[in-house]
């Protein structure tokens, strides 16, 4: 009897139940209701629901998470090494060369005007900054947590591991990745405040047909100019223009098609599960997580809202030809913020269609995210 009892009392001892806390129940909640927006809203499945099976399974086995040399056999957890390719840089690095892969960028080399409105819109990243730096945070620590203002996850993940930010990176991620999701719910309030019904029904001009050459060179160039200005944005830019290349170029099918389907997917799963996996309760229910939600929140606002009013300061100059609402897509969560722009303009007009205008700011925004993480990098020193 005394062995059977031993025994389940070594069973209990190892359940999960005798080990958890308050704060991982809050963060197993919270990890229910990012999958009930993911599932049952739609909002950025591909994203939110390895998030949040990330954010349930630390919680419920923190172990998973555990470095090597917390471990008695010496090793590590499973998803400790899926985050150390996110500190390592490698998943986000990837992740730009699937969105080149899978993005036309021909409405931006069509409208070359839409990289203002793409630099326009990173006006929330450096305002997060100096706001970062007032609310006590060191000044890389701001530098990380301001690039969330670009809406670009990959983006947040690379520069908080450059900048040695690690301890903040699980709330920076799912900070960035939660308002990619929420880009159709906190965007279009902001469009619609700032902009007239009037704005809202602009036709533009069709844009103009771009040549094979055209696209072929694009990525070539911008990888010269931008790297050769700001070399420490070569993992990110360089990625992003090589998937575009592969897509353009023709002669590279499959690895264009692995680039932006099987490749792609594999590292969202990699990437968003070790993300999700960042938040365990102790790491991440603490005041400064507070901060760093806010301080993305009121980023992004502004990112959108410059975004629109530097739209509203063309739409004005060319004569009434820009629609405003194409200014919010420079945030540059692609296609997302496109999409809305589209959605917010046909409320307006059904007949009007903005979406390839949108693509234009929101291709600009992606690369000016990685100019502004590399212009972090510059400014620190970091390589």
């Known amino acids: 009897m005394d062995y059977i009892g031993t025994t389940l009392t070594n069973l209990l001892g190892q359940t999960a139940f005798c080990n958890l806390t308050v704060g991982n129940f809050v963060m197993i909640l919270v990890a229910f209701v990012f999958l009930y927006l993911a599932i049952n809203r739609g909002f950025e499945p591909l994203l939110l629901v390895p998030i949040a099976f990330g954010m349930l399974l630390v919680n419920i086995y923190p172990d998973i998470m555990s470095a090597p040399e917390d471990m008695s056999n010496g090793v590590g957890g499973l998803l400790y090494y899926f985050f150390l390719l996110d500190e390592w840089s490698i998943l986000p690095s990837l992740i730009f060369m699937g969105v080149g892969a899978m993005t036309d960028f021909g409405p931006l080399i069509a409208n070359p005007k839409s990289f203002l409105l793409g630099a326009a819109a990173q006006f929330g990243i450096y305002a997060a900054y100096f706001m970062a730096i007032f609310l006590g945070f060191n000044d890389k620590a701001a530098a990380a947590i301001s690039i969330i203002g670009g809406a670009d996850g990959p983006t947040s993940i ?3 591991g450059k900048l040695g930010q690690t301890e903040f990176m699980g709330p920076i991620a799912v900070a960035a990745y939660s308002y990619m999701a929420l880009v159709p719910i906190i965007q279009p309030p902001i ?4 902009t007239t019904e009037e704005e809202r029904k602009i036709r533009m001009e069709q844009l103009r047909p771009v040549s094979k050459l055209e696209k072929i060179l694009f990525p070539i160039i911008v990888t010269v100019v931008v790297c050769l200005i700001l070399p420490t944005t070569a993992p990110l830019v360089g990625m992003l223009m ?6 353009e170029c023709g002669v590279v099918r499959q690895l264009s098609e692995t680039a932006s389907n099987a490749l792609m997917y594999i590292v969202v799963i990699l ?3 070790s993300v999700g996996a960042s938040t365990s309760a102790e790491a991440f229910l603490k005041a400064t ?4 939600v806010l301080l993305g929140l009121i980023a992004f606002a502004f990112g959108t809202a410059a975004g629109v009013i530097f739209g509203k300061i063309m739409c004005y100059a060319t004569g009434k030809k820009v ?3 194409i200014g919010s897509a420079g945030v540059s969560a692609v296609p997302m913020a496109a999409r809305v722009a589209q959605k917010v303009g046909a409320e307006a007009d059904p007949t009007n269609f903005l979406l390839m205008h949108a693509m234009g700011p929101n291709v600009a925004g992606v690369i000016g995210t990685a100019v502004a993480a590399g212009t972090f990098m510059a400014i620190f020193g970091v390589n």
Request: charged share 15%.
């Open 158 to 160: 690379f520069l908080a």
């Open 323 to 325: 629609n405003p609402l």
């Open 289 to 292: 997580t507070l901060k760093i």
């Open 191 to 194: 469009m619609k405040l700032l």
């Open 271 to 273: 990437l968003g599960t």
């Open 242 to 247: 090589l998937g575009n290349l592969f897509r």
